[in-house]
């Protein structure tokens, strides 16, 4: 109520927000914390069949203070399994302040994000640091398209841009556009401003992501699938996100609570894990 404005009708939810928080609630499905952490979803993927979009890691560490610098090349992301906003982005490496970085992600993986937003599916993920090859897409700055399905259907698509500064934190200055599943541009603005001062064209292999997307998601009531997409032919998969803003979102206008909530199906009380 204090972010939106608005109270939450939880015993008939019918919104966006209204249904994030029922799920964050009363559905417990231990997949969600499996798909939840940056490294165990990998295996899932895997066992889907799309280990093809995977990203290969550079290393996985249990401590900061295990991490061999030296062994590492000039560019690289590093980030934890278990939290969101935690990234780091090293260019050049002989430049790069590895005891800042180490300071960082010490802070980084004593954070609980269960604490932060009640997300359950934080709560029991062993901390772990991953680190990555930096991906870009040539002169163009990396676009995020997330795909938000339920039961294995892809409802729409939030496209993101300028979402990372160039150390890695998330930009205050992000913006993003809402499609629905053909593309056809949404009017609603999503607690980010709308981009509308260039065209973000349609995907070239959109089918394809759709298709991915969908075959991740058929466990879930809602998953919201992230996917780069690089030179208008590589689909690189980003993560899993299962309760989109925490439940907290500013929609504009107001109409587009129920249509956008329409994109999450409840699962009868009775059938929920628990």
């Given at each position: 109520?204090?972010?939106?404005?608005?109270?939450?009708?939880?015993?008939?939810?019918?919104?966006?927000?209204?249904?994030?928080?029922?799920?964050?609630?009363?559905?417990?499905?231990?997949l969600?914390?499996?798909?939840?952490?940056?490294?165990?979803?990998?295996?899932?993927?895997?066992?889907?069949?799309?280990?093809?979009?995977?990203?290969?890691?550079?290393?996985?560490?249990?401590?900061?203070?295990?991490?061999?610098?030296?062994?590492?090349?000039?560019?690289?992301?590093?980030?934890?399994?278990?939290?969101?906003?935690?990234?780091?982005?090293?260019?050049?490496?002989?430049?790069?302040?590895?005891?800042?970085?180490?300071k960082?992600?010490?802070?980084?993986?004593?954070?609980?994000?269960?604490?932060?937003?009640?997300?359950?599916?934080?709560?029991?993920?062993?901390?772990?640091?991953?680190?990555?090859?930096?991906?870009?897409?040539?002169?163009?700055?990396?676009?995020?398209?997330?795909?938000?399905?339920?039961?294995?259907?892809?409802?729409?698509?939030f496209?993101?841009?300028?979402?990372?500064?160039?150390?890695?934190?998330h930009?205050?200055?992000?913006?993003?556009n809402?499609?629905?599943?053909?593309?056809?541009?949404?009017?609603?603005?999503?607690?980010?401003?709308?981009?509308?001062?260039?065209?973000?064209?349609?995907?070239?292999?959109?089918?394809?992501?759709?298709?991915?997307?969908?075959?991740?998601?058929?466990?879930?009531?809602?998953?919201?699938?992230?996917?780069?997409y690089?030179?208008?032919?590589?689909?690189?998969?980003?993560?899993?996100?299962?309760?989109?803003?925490?439940?907290?979102?500013?929609?504009?206008?107001?109409?587009?609570e129920?249509?956008?909530?329409?994109?999450?199906?409840?699962?009868?009380?009775?059938?929920?894990?628990?």
């Amino acid at each position: 109520r204090r972010s939106c404005g608005t109270p939450l009708d939880l015993r008939q939810p019918t919104t966006f927000d209204e249904r994030i928080w029922w799920l964050k609630l009363h559905y417990r499905d231990p997949l969600i914390t499996t798909c939840t952490d940056k490294i165990a979803v990998r295996d899932y993927v895997r066992n889907c069949g799309l280990s093809h979009i995977l990203l290969p890691l550079l290393a996985i560490y249990s401590t900061p203070q295990e991490i061999e610098w030296s062994l590492l090349p000039d560019q690289f992301y590093i980030k934890t399994n278990n939290s969101s906003a935690t990234n780091i982005r090293c260019d050049d490496l002989s430049a790069f302040d590895t005891k800042h970085a180490t300071k960082r992600l010490r802070l980084y993986m004593k954070r609980n994000h269960y604490a932060l937003s009640r997300e359950w599916n934080y709560k029991e993920i062993t901390p772990r640091l991953i680190i990555e090859p930096v991906i870009d897409n040539g002169n163009d700055s990396l676009v995020d398209y997330r795909f938000f399905c339920s039961y294995g259907n892809c409802h729409g698509i939030f496209v993101d841009i300028d979402t990372a500064d160039s150390t890695g934190r998330h930009r205050a200055d992000a913006r993003r556009n809402v499609y629905d599943r053909d593309w056809n541009l949404l009017d609603v603005q999503v607690t980010r401003p709308r981009v509308l001062d260039k065209d973000i064209p349609r995907p070239k292999r959109l089918l394809d992501m759709i298709r991915y997307a969908e075959e991740l998601s058929q466990p879930f009531p809602s998953c919201r699938v992230d996917f780069y997409y690089l030179n208008d032919e590589r689909i690189i998969f980003g993560e899993l996100t299962f309760f989109h803003g925490g439940g907290n979102n500013k929609i504009s206008p107001r109409s587009y609570e129920k249509i956008l909530g329409s994109w999450i199906t409840i699962p009868d009380q009775h059938d929920a894990p628990h």
